[in-house]
């Protein structure tokens, strides 16, 4: 387990560690775990350019304001935030159109796919001049791998029971996929992240009988130390995206830990060069055997390889042609 000590400890050196003027996008960075961690960057980075993609036109701008007071020392208000408003509860926002889709799956899992995809080229294209870190994160349900349907890989026929454990296969063999596509020299490294629970306005604006349940399941969380608070959810995140425990770049990494172990059940080294998928729980920590032995038997059936042609024909109906 990666300590809230050691996530502190490291995210400090991001000020001397790694270089200024670094880049990051935030898909959906208006509120919640996105807007925490976008702060979080802020705070320890140099001079920064950010891009918030988001709807919510009042929550950026009062982002935007509240960046101009946070920074390392001596670089208080140096970060550059730019707002893009984007509706993505919606893929017509990267060209495809939800109709006939799993409305879930519509913004948890093609848009954002999509999204990856589309960035790909910038992210190896600027280390191509400035090697180092780049990284995806996708916040979803790292580590809750489970059986999947080739039948019915949009999941229009899969119980809600089971819908968890086929998105979360679904994401990261999609990631491994995008990976092996970015071509042999990809330097990239493709994140499935686990939050845990965390309190975020969502829940506020939850309706109905589920609204109150969730609320009300957060709050007992809270009271057994389950839950995570939002500005620790943030602090958590920022690490995925800059430790060298997940290769390559990265704030090196202290106390004699080691780097983490990625979905083909493999350790890279810190040193190394060549882009990695991890699919990580709440605490940082990889997916353990059992997911790790789920992934392996799907990726030796050539399920990686049919789940990206299926995804391209997807994609490809909607009227965007992927190479």
Same mark, same amino acid.
């Given at each position: 387990m990666v300590s809230l000590s050691e996530i502190y400890t490291s995210n400090a050196l991001i000020t001397s560690s790694l270089p200024p003027r670094l880049v990051a996008v935030f898909v959906g960075g208006t509120s919640g775990i996105g807007e925490s961690t976008l702060k979080a960057f802020v705070s320890y980075a140099v001079q920064p350019k950010i891009y918030i993609l988001g709807r919510n036109n009042a929550s950026a701008e009062r982002i935007i304001g509240e960046c101009k007071f946070l920074g390392p020392e001596g670089h208080v208000g140096e970060a550059e935030v730019v707002f893009l408003q984007a509706d993505l509860?919606?893929?017509?926002?990267?060209?495809?159109?939800?109709? %006939?889709?799993?409305?879930?799956?519509?913004?948890?899992?093609?848009?954002?796919?999509?999204?990856?995809?589309?960035?790909?080229?910038?992210?190896? *294209?600027?280390?191509?001049?400035?090697? %180092?870190?780049?990284?995806?994160?996708?916040?979803?349900?790292?580590?809750?791998? =489970?059986?999947?349907?080739?039948?019915?890989? *949009?999941?229009?026929r899969i119980p809600s029971s089971a819908l968890r454990g086929h998105i979360g296969t679904l994401t990261t063999l999609t990631l491994e996929a995008l990976a092996t596509n970015t071509g042999p020299d990809n330097s990239i490294t493709f994140i499935h992240a686990n939050p845990g629970l965390v309190r975020t306005p969502y829940q506020d604006r939850m309706t109905g009988a589920f609204g109150v349940f969730a609320r009300g399941l957060m709050w007992v969380k809270k009271i057994t130390g389950e839950a995570i608070g939002i500005e620790e959810s943030g602090e958590r995140h920022l690490y995925l995206l800059t430790s060298a425990r997940y290769p390559p770049g990265g704030v090196p990494i202290t106390g004699g830990a080691l780097s983490a172990i990625g979905t083909n059940g493999l350790r890279?080294?810190?040193?190394?060069?060549? =882009?990695?998928?991890?699919?990580?729980?709440?605490? =940082?920590?990889?997916?353990?055997?059992?997911?790790?032995?789920?992934?392996?038997?799907?990726?030796?059936? =050539?399920?990686?390889?049919?789940?990206?042609?299926?995804?391209? %024909?997807?994609?490809?109906?909607?009227?965007?042609?992927?190479?």
């Amino acid at each position: 387990m990666v300590s809230l000590s050691e996530i502190y400890t490291s995210n400090a050196l991001i000020t001397s560690s790694l270089p200024p003027r670094l880049v990051a996008v935030f898909v959906g960075g208006t509120s919640g775990i996105g807007e925490s961690t976008l702060k979080a960057f802020v705070s320890y980075a140099v001079q920064p350019k950010i891009y918030i993609l988001g709807r919510n036109n009042a929550s950026a701008e009062r982002i935007i304001g509240e960046c101009k007071f946070l920074g390392p020392e001596g670089h208080v208000g140096e970060a550059e935030v730019v707002f893009l408003q984007a509706d993505l509860s919606s893929m017509k926002t990267v060209e495809v159109t939800p109709e %006939g889709l799993h409305a879930f799956l519509a913004s948890a899992y093609y848009d954002r796919m999509l999204i990856i995809h589309l960035l790909a080229p910038l992210l190896l *294209s600027a280390t191509d001049s400035h090697p %180092g870190l780049a990284r995806v994160v996708s916040v979803a349900c790292g580590c809750d791998e =489970g059986i999947i349907e080739p039948s019915d890989f *949009s999941a229009l026929r899969i119980p809600s029971s089971a819908l968890r454990g086929h998105i979360g296969t679904l994401t990261t063999l999609t990631l491994e996929a995008l990976a092996t596509n970015t071509g042999p020299d990809n330097s990239i490294t493709f994140i499935h992240a686990n939050p845990g629970l965390v309190r975020t306005p969502y829940q506020d604006r939850m309706t109905g009988a589920f609204g109150v349940f969730a609320r009300g399941l957060m709050w007992v969380k809270k009271i057994t130390g389950e839950a995570i608070g939002i500005e620790e959810s943030g602090e958590r995140h920022l690490y995925l995206l800059t430790s060298a425990r997940y290769p390559p770049g990265g704030v090196p990494i202290t106390g004699g830990a080691l780097s983490a172990i990625g979905t083909n059940g493999l350790r890279a080294n810190e040193g190394s060069k060549a =882009g990695a998928v991890y699919s990580l729980d709440k605490n =940082g920590e990889p997916a353990g055997e059992h997911v790790v032995s789920l992934l392996t038997k799907y990726r030796e059936e =050539g399920m990686v390889d049919r789940l990206w042609l299926w995804l391209k %024909g997807e994609y490809y109906r909607a009227g965007v042609v992927l190479s």
